[in-house]
């Protein structure tokens, strides 16, 4: 069946260092696929998104890497700062006959070590 | 832009009362939707609507209706309140523009709890 999850629910990183956060999915036929943040207490937020035909997309501090021989995504984060402390949600999207379905992962927190 | 707001932000019910939570945005998006959060498990859609006047059951919908009478509205009811959803219940919107990725903007969310 289709499923977007996360192979690690908690990362500790270091102040300064470089964070990768890792997502599965299953469903090859995704258009695309989302990364978003989830701080304590709100909703989630938008960080960066990839299109299937795509490996990898740069943004700012962040890197998103796709890898759809083994269907994996990464999310990077360069030199990570204490306001990256959050829950990290992928999330695949389907064209569903003009309606984007969503599926999300379960989520992995980000905790930064000062 | 306030983007897209709830209220309440927190409501306690008992078993069988019934509720409406309100998601208002003002960013003129066409799609709307309701997701619950429950922890160690992502975001399970509810209901959406694609338009003014329009709506569609997701992964999860029993237990609630939605109506969607102004554009800018998106109201999730709960019937009869059960334990089993106690949650956090999140909006969101979206300007689905063609060939391009569907962005969703969320609120702030809202915790019910039922007892």
């Known amino acids: 069946g289709e499923s977007v999850g996360l192979h690690l629910p908690t990362l500790s990183v270091q102040e300064g260092d470089n964070s990768i956060i890792n997502c599965a999915y299953s469903?090859?036929?995704?258009?695309?696929f989302i990364w978003y943040k989830q701080e304590s207490g709100k909703g989630p937020q938008f960080i960066i998104d990839i299109r299937s035909n795509m490996d990898k997309r740069q943004g700012q501090r962040v890197t998103v890497l796709l890898n759809k021989t083994v269907k994996h995504l990464s999310l990077q984060i360069a030199a990570t700062q204490p306001g990256d402390s959050a829950v990290y949600f992928c999330a695949e999207n389907i064209d569903s006959g003009g309606y984007q379905k969503v599926t999300f992962g379960t989520g992995t927190k980000l905790q930064v070590i000062p | 832009n306030a983007g897209v707001t709830q209220t309440p932000k927190f409501r306690v019910l008992k078993t069988g009362q019934s509720m409406t939570l309100l998601c208002a945005q003002d960013m003129n998006h066409e799609y709307m939707y309701w997701y619950r959060q429950d922890p160690g498990m992502g975001l399970r859609l509810i209901h959406y609507s694609v338009g003014e006047g329009t709506t569609a059951k997701g992964e999860v919908p029993d237990g609630y209706n939605v109506s969607r009478l102004k554009k800018q509205n998106f109201l999730l009811g709960l019937e009869s309140a059960a334990p089993s959803q106690t949650s956090v219940y999140f909006c969101?919107?979206?300007?689905?523009?063609?060939?391009?990725?569907?962005?969703?903007?969320f609120g702030p969310g809202t915790r019910l709890t039922v007892l």
């Open positions: 969101a919107s979206s300007y689905l523009k063609l060939a391009q990725v569907d962005e969703q903007f």
């Open positions: 469903n090859s036929a995704s258009d695309y």
